[in-house]
């Protein structure tokens, strides 16, 4: 008989967060349970607890936090890459589509809203998703600011650019219609839409009737050139 290959205690881990990453993100926190896990691991049903004491919902949170780390990492690196508060936004969304687009399990991970989910992950989501809120708060207030706009709002749209984006990355995962680059031009023009009709300061005269060529635009480059005229031509009015 061969001698059956004796796993060290690091490896165990290992086995049992990649299987766990796999389940959950395929069955989502609900419906998984701790026996596919170590199935999929190769290893018993008391090591896992061995491990993670407090069971799927120890487990869930060491999946989840690696991911969060990751993706938080790769969004900030990308928004903080430049100093333009327009190209920060187009680069954090394309930086979250990514995500999602090259970590698909990962994504749902994030994305999940079980009612089922314990206290702590929720609390854990909830702290993250206001982190990321914040930052994008940061660059829509310095891009409403160069368009002569009060900053006011930009915790509002912050929200709203988040969720849309979550629930646009949910389906396009499924629906391949338009490449990542389209659909981050889409969003940055709905975000650029709600601006239509705020307050602004002075004698400002935002051109957001010149929108409709974003859609049109060849590419997403394309489609932030014509918006840096529109703040061109907005900081020029103003002068």
Same mark, same amino acid.
């Given at each position: 008989? #061969?001698?059956? !290959? ?6 165990? %881990? ?6 766990? $990453? ?9 419906? =998984?349970?701790?026996?596919e896990i170590v199935r999929r691991a190769g290893v018993t049903k008391?090591? !896992?607890? %061995?491990?993670? +004491? ?28 430049? &100093? ?19 970590? +698909? ?9 079980? +009612? ?38 930009? #915790? ?20 391949? =219609? !338009? ?5 981050? =031009? ?13 307050? $602004?300061?002075?004698? !400002? ?14 590419? #997403?480059?394309?489609?932030? &050139?014509?918006?840096? $005229?529109?703040?061109? %031509? ?6």
């Open positions: 008989m #061969p001698m059956r !290959l004796r796993l060290s205690r690091d490896e165990r %881990r290992r086995r049992l967060l990649v299987a766990a $990453q796999e389940v959950f993100g395929e069955n989502g926190y609900r419906k =998984t349970e701790v026996e008391p090591m !896992l607890y %061995r491990h993670f +004491p407090g069971g799927k919902a120890e487990v869930y949170m060491e999946v989840l936090d690696e991911h969060l780390s990751r993706m938080l990492q790769k969004l900030w690196e990308a928004m903080e890459s430049t &100093d333009v508060p327009l190209e920060a936004l187009r680069r954090g969304i394309e930086a979250y589509l990514r995500f999602a687009e090259e970590n +698909p399990e990962a994504f749902h991970l994030l994305a999940e809203t079980s +009612p089922e989910l314990d206290a702590g992950i929720v609390d854990r989501l909830r702290e993250v998703r206001t982190s990321i809120a914040r930052g994008l708060a940061d660059s829509i207030g310095a891009v409403m600011e160069e368009a002569g706009l009060d900053r006011e709002g930009a #915790p509002i749209y912050a929200h709203v650019l988040l969720g849309g984006v979550e629930s646009v990355g949910s389906w396009w995962l499924e629906n391949r =219609t !338009l490449d990542r680059a389209a659909v981050v =031009t889409h969003l940055l023009a709905f975000l650029w839409r709600g601006f239509e009709g705020l307050p $602004q300061r002075g004698r !400002l005269r935002l051109e957001l009737a010149r929108l409709s060529d974003l859609a049109a635009a060849r590419g #997403p480059l394309r489609a932030i &050139d014509l918006l840096r $005229q529109d703040l061109a %031509r907005a900081g020029e009015q103003r002068a």
